[in-house]
């Protein structure tokens, strides 16, 4: 949680003040997992502890759902937090400077299950695309039959098996307590930017239909499907840990 102002007070409680955009589920949650500075003299990620924060708490409030281009059925707002004062108890850990821990033991796994989020809605739209392709009949025969448009579905369908295996393979190794910290990122880079290139294909091979949502629902899955190279780190930001980790094993540092 950034710009947030943390004091610890004799009567153990903490006292949050400031703001994050973007969150998920904001505006109906009941329940806060909050990272706040609890040592302000430390920059660095050990300076940073985790919280449990109730709805009804004094001083938490959220905004109304954020317009967005998709993801209708999550709402997406803020979280304030003015002087807001939680029990010294929803500590989580129980001890200060234990939030970026926390999140990391968590971090990877995540990662895994977004990779299979972005696999399952790629699947999805090849079947609506081959169905289309099937179906829809120019030149006196079922586009099916253009090699071009039977490329772009034989492009999808490599694409997609990629990164279920690669999905599968990386949950196999954490399963089995390998160090993960590479395969993880490449997972999620992989699969979403895979997802992206599947939505626009197949956007592609329904030609107008696909981008009149009055004939066919292809287009709320690419707008839907968008998200997910933003969120849970951008596709530059696992880049950038791609290399990063790569190094370490490099030097032996994992
Ligand atoms: C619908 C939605 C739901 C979300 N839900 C949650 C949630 O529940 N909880 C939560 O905590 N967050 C949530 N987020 C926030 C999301 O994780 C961030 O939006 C995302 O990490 C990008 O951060 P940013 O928006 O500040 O973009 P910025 O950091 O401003 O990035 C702008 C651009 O610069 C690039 N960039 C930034 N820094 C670097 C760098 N160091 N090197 C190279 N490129 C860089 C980015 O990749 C991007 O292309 C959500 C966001 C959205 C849109």
Redesign the pocket.
């Known amino acids: 949680m950034s710009k947030t102002a943390l004091h610890r007070e004799l009567t153990r409680h903490y006292v949050l003040d400031g703001s994050?955009?973007?969150?998920?589920?904001?505006p109906i949650a009941d329940l806060f997992t909050v990272f706040a500075r609890t040592d302000p003299d430390s920059t660095g990620a050990s300076g940073v502890s985790a919280f449990i924060v109730e709805r009804g708490t004094p001083g938490l409030s959220t905004s109304a759902p954020?317009k967005?281009m998709g993801?209708a059925g999550?709402p997406?707002g803020e979280v304030h937090f003015d002087g807001c004062r939680v029990p010294a108890a929803n500590l989580i850990g129980g001890e200060e400077g234990l939030g970026f821990k926390t999140a990391m033991k968590v971090l990877n796994k995540q990662r895994i299950h977004l990779a299979a989020l972005c696999t399952g809605p790629a699947i999805r739209m090849l079947d609506m695309a081959i169905d289309h392709a099937c179906e829809r009949k120019q030149f006196g025969r079922p586009v099916v039959d253009f090699q071009l448009v039977a490329a772009l579905l034989a492009d999808c369908r490599a694409e997609i098996e990629a990164a279920r295996q690669l999905v599968l393979a990386t949950a196999r190794s954490r399963d089995a307590d390998k160090d993960i910290a590479l395969e993880a990122s490449i997972c999620k880079y992989f699969a979403s930017e895979m997802c992206g290139r599947v939505a626009d294909r197949c956007v592609q091979v329904f030609g107008g239909a696909g981008y009149v949502a009055d004939h066919a629902s292809i287009e709320r899955y690419y707008r839907d499907v968008r998200?997910f190279r933003?969120?849970?780190?951008?596709?530059?930001?696992h880049q950038?840990n791609i290399t990063k980790q790569m190094l370490r094993r490099r030097q032996g540092k994992a």
């Open positions: 994050k955009r973007y969150i998920t589920n904001a954020y967005m993801q999550s997406v998200l933003i969120y849970e780190g951008t596709s530059q930001i950038l």
